[in-house]
């Protein structure tokens, strides 16, 4: 897996949006970025991944650099329920190896 | 499509008994992966089968872990005894070989007394 690197922390006024840097400047050019959230003591949760190109769904936006070396997630409009740890991986090959957490950020939304 | 299922969801025991973690992947997911949190620190990988073969065990924590996936399908993980030091959240996943996803289950909570 590409070495990732995240803030320790973050916070967010609600109704705001949230945007979380990740640097992977070891990535190759077929590992894909991968986000996770854990909510409190829940089960990690899939966020998004992507490639290359700019990715979108009904949670979230990623932004990957031109040189992919980082990449950053975008929650448009964080709620409470946000409040999570978010993770940034680059599994080696995805869905047949295992993803490796590190720290991730804890991202505190704030009313 | 039914998602991934772990049982226990907690489970409580005494230091020195035995306690046998059961995670169901989705269905015709053939790689399956445990993962342990424990309180204060990172999530960290235990092992990954493919099909019922072991693909990688570098996480297992030492000798009292044993986990089976006899058939492909369902995983278990057994602790054998169960030392206070083995406390804390039990994750599985599944994916599927060429795919993208990587589905968690709620996790068992383990506590050791």
């Known amino acids: 897996d590409a070495k990732t690197t995240q803030p320790t922390s973050m916070d967010c006024a609600e109704g705001r949006a949230a945007n979380l840097p990740c640097n992977h400047s070891?990535?190759?050019?077929?590992?894909?970025v991968y986000w996770y959230r854990q909510i409190h003591s829940q089960g990690p949760q899939y966020i998004i991944h992507?490639?290359?190109n700019n990715e979108t769904n009904e949670m979230a936006s990623l932004i990957i650099t031109e040189d992919r070396k980082s990449s950053t997630l975008i929650l448009p409009h964080a709620t409470l329920r946000d409040t999570a740890v978010y993770y940034c991986?680059?599994?080696?090959?995805?869905?047949?190896?295992?993803?490796?957490f590190g720290k991730g950020t804890r991202l505190s939304v704030i009313a | 499509e039914a998602g991934v299922t772990q049982f226990p969801s907690h489970s409580v025991i005494e230091k020195g008994q035995t306690v046998t973690l059961r995670c169901d992947p989705i269905?015709?997911?053939?790689?399956l992966y445990w993962y342990r949190r424990v309180m204060g620190k990172e999530i960290k990988f235990l092992l990954h089968?493919?099909?019922?073969?072991?693909?990688?065990e570098s996480g297992m924590p030492n000798n009292r872990f044993l986990a089976e996936r006899t058939g492909g399908t369902y995983s278990t993980l057994k602790v054998q005894p169960a030392e206070l030091e083995d406390s804390g959240v039990y994750f599985c996943?599944?994916?599927?070989?060429?795919?993208?996803?990587?589905?968690f289950g709620s996790g068992t909570r383990l506590t050791v007394v």
């Open positions: 996943a599944s994916s599927l070989t060429g795919g993208f996803g990587y589905t």
């Open positions: 070891t990535i190759s050019g077929n590992e894909y």
């Open positions: 992507g490639l290359k």
């Open positions: 991986i680059a599994p080696l090959t995805p869905g047949n190896t295992p993803l490796v």
């Open positions: 269905s015709g997911h053939d790689n």
């Open positions: 089968f493919v099909k019922e073969s072991k693909q990688d």
